[in-house]
């Protein structure tokens, strides 16, 4: 099944359930696909897939933050990954990179540290590298 198909049928599976009868009554669209060749359309794509298989994800704001015209870093680690997830109890880490960025060296780190501790640290390029991060997951 191509990467579009699977999204739009995790979430019109999940919007069925989540409003049945707006469903049953015609009012389903098909979700707008995000532009997944840019990291924050990527990260959108996988928050949306795994909100809508019913799993938890969440989104980490490694960059900080502007207030009143001043500069605040944020207090996250370097190397944090940009996704935390969990999957039938099994958490993961996921950094996406898209284009031609490359792992920094602070997220190299982040990653053996992850490993080392019996932790899923990958980084994420397309869809499909996600969707076979996912189903090893839900295989577990």
């Not at 015609?26 to 897939?49: D, Q, R, S, V």
């Not at 933050?65 to 039938?88: N, Y």
């Not at 980084?123 to 839900?138: G, K, N, S």
Request: aromatic share 12%; net charge positive.
């Amino acid at each position: 099944m191509d990467t579009k198909s699977r999204y739009q049928q995790a979430h019109e599976k999940w919007f069925k359930e989540e409003y049945p009868n707006a469903y049953k009554d015609g009012y389903y669209l098909e979700p707008k696909m995000p532009p997944i060749a840019t990291a924050n359309g990527l990260t959108t794509f996988i928050m949306n897939y795994v909100k809508w298989e019913g799993y938890r994800a969440t989104r980490i704001n490694v960059a900080g933050r502007q207030i009143k015209g001043k500069w605040i870093p944020s207090s996250t680690r370097r190397g944090t990954a940009d996704i935390s997830l969990t999957v039938k109890g099994r958490a993961a880490m996921l950094e996406i990179k898209c284009g031609s960025d490359k792992p920094r060296e602070a997220q190299l780190q982040e990653q053996a540290r992850e490993r080392n501790a019996g932790g899923i640290y990958e980084f994420i390029r397309t869809p499909e590298e996600f969707f076979t991060l996912f189903d090893y997951l839900l295989s577990l």
